[in-house]
């Protein structure tokens, strides 16, 4: 379904980063093979350390790493919102909520805005399905459950690895504000003093089970400056978001309405409304609170909001099917049924014949979102006009509950009729089964060098036609380096747009980032044929550039200029006098005394064949002292050596990797190989290990008693 211009951003985070990625991921991890290093963008990235890969997440691996990307796109899908209703309705269940008000508890969870908007995202949608889960086992592991415990803490661990981990550091608040709640209304017997540090063992738990992606993220985080984001206003705008009253099933909200007075609901309704004043700007404050430093917008609340809605109206819809209130009150909540009811019809008819009155509120307009078309409209009006009829017939007898399930369920297909409400999901095929840059150039030759194609970007061909590229998409977690090189040249991908002119002007970053390939605009062509590019094939008003006199994946420099700060690097690197193949340029101190200039070029460097992304080697000969450089990324976690001896290596040309070579034949190799992967595999493994010998304890039936015969 085309949602107009915000299709466009969820086509383009499902095509360019999360479908490349979870494949990427899947079968290098079936393969035997932990995927620590992504050498297609940026002149390398972490992968594993970005989390949303998802490469720990069991689901992900075995439907992406086995099946055709759409098909596993679906399969992913449909499994997990099958889990989604199941683990709500095994949450009502266990709190006495079955039957109608269970399902549409459950319909309005399950079918929410929020979840619904993501199906571009399946990251978001693995998050969401464990939370009835913790809930469910939050509240038997309160009532002192050993097998919850143990559970809460393995849940905890899979959601961590979802790919979407600011979820589980806000439903672990919520679970905090639920014991309170539970225990001040007499639910359970439980003080939140003695509650609150078990739930918290058990996150710990979990966490320390999920080590191996969250010490790897953390560091990334670091390197990002993602931790800054407390310090930054929210860079989205909420104000085109539906209103969470309204991004739930319409005409099943009246249920929420009778709930909300009941004291069965108090520790639903009570999360609702934090998930509101979070939602409504409260988060902000929360970001100066560890965990919460990296939220970068308030989504996560809002997609909660339906949960405890969902969770309000099964209470409500059960109060009143077993008559738990009395005659007046029963009355009266019947009342509220029908009222709520009718002044949803008069918003569907209006969105039918009127709907420019909407517009005069912005949260009316929004309901839009419940009426996308006809058919909705007017299954919408008639769910109405039934919920109506069904409350008279209740105050005079009983209305059967299959006639309440009727009406129910015309409701949950009117709100789905609009296509289904109002997704952001664009086709999931691939435009083409291989790149722009791929189908121009072939694989006749080979391409040596990296391959710049806004195009390919757009959609993740760098990642799957493996044609490592300068620049790339990855925003969420990226070094504050590179963030500065895109802000530098005016990158915007899902746009396609670049400031080529900047581009050409920064002949020196071409040549140090290996750049064989460019495909370019044709009014820009002529930019970069006068910096050594040649023309290979002309397409769709696009030019493919070709380079063939470069400097390679490494060299050898002989003249040094010394940075002031990073800004100076920067700046020196994209200014038109910058040739790596007379200069590089530091930050740090060497050893040796370098001359800022000489007549002495790059000697190449010679890489030896290897197949694994996370380790680099080459060969070079030099007759006196130089800076080695390889054209990847400088990052932490990579250890270098020379002759097989450790040596300590410096940041080069901004965001490259370098060491001082003494003359001579040598061997110069990079391994990544972080230390908090290292450190992440072995809490993980202690970890799941202290949560099966806790399932082990729980579940071990115990001893019969020994009888002594006399």
Known sequence: MDAGPGRVWADYDYQSYFLPRFVMGSKALLAGRLPLWNPYEFGG????????????????????????????????????????????????????????????????????????????????????????????????????????????????AVMLTAGYPVLTIHVALLLGVHAVVCFAVGEVRSPPWRTLPVLAGAFLLGAIAAAAQLLPLAELGRVAARTEMANLPSTVDLTELPHPLLSIVPALLVFALVGLPLVRARAAVVNWAVCVALGDGGWK?????????????????????????????????????????????????????????????????????????LDASHGLSLFRYNAKTTFSALLGVAACVALIALSFAERRGRAPPSAWLAASFCAVVSHLGSAPFASLSAPFTRPAPVGAVEGLYGRSRPVEGRALSLFDLRFGYEITDELPSPLGVESSFLPVRYAQILEKLDVMVPLQTLGWTALARAPGFLDAMNVELL?????????????????????????????????????VNYAVYRAGSGKDALDTVFGEGFDPRRQVVVEDALRHDFPAATDDLATPAFARPTTDPNHTEFDVELDKPGVFVVSESAYPGFRATVDGAPVDWKTADFVLRAVELEPGHHVVAFDYRPASVRRGLWYSAFGLAAIAALLFIAWRPPRSPIRTQL
């Open 45 to 156: 990235l972490p992968f594993l350390a970005t989390g949303q890969p998802a490469v720990f997440y069991p689901p992900m691996v075995l439907t992406y790493g086995l099946l055709s990307p759409v098909t596993a796109h679906w399969v992913f899908l449909v499994v997990h919102y099958l889990v989604l209703a199941g683990g709500f309705l095994l949450f009502l269940r266990n709190r006495g909520l079955v039957g109608v008000p269970a399902f549409i508890g459950t319909a309005i969870w399950v079918f929410s805005v929020p979840l619904l908007n993501s199906n571009y995202h399946p990251n978001r949608i693995a998050s969401m399905v464990w939370v009835p889960f913790l809930f469910l086992l939050a509240d038997r592991a309160a009532a002192g459950s050993k097998k919850a415990l143990g559970l809460l803490a393995l849940v905890v």
């Open 285 to 357: 404050l929360l970001r100066a609170l560890p965990g919460f430093s990296m939220t970068r917008f308030p989504f996560a609340w809002l997609f909660l909001i339906p949960f405890f809605a969902g969770w309000t109206a099964a209470v409500g819809a059960d109060a009143l099917f077993s008559s738990t209130y009395g005659a007046r009150a029963r009355g009266i909540a019947l009342g509220v049924v029908a009222g709520g009811a009718f002044a949803f019809a008069i918003a569907y008819t209006v969105t039918l014949v009127a709907p420019s009155i």
């Open 519 to 555: 495909l370019v605009p044709d009014e820009a062509a002529p930019l970069f044929m006068r910096q050594g590019f040649t023309s290979v094939r002309h397409a769709d008003r696009s030019s493919l550039l070709r380079k063939r006199d470069r400097l390679g994946p490494a060299w």
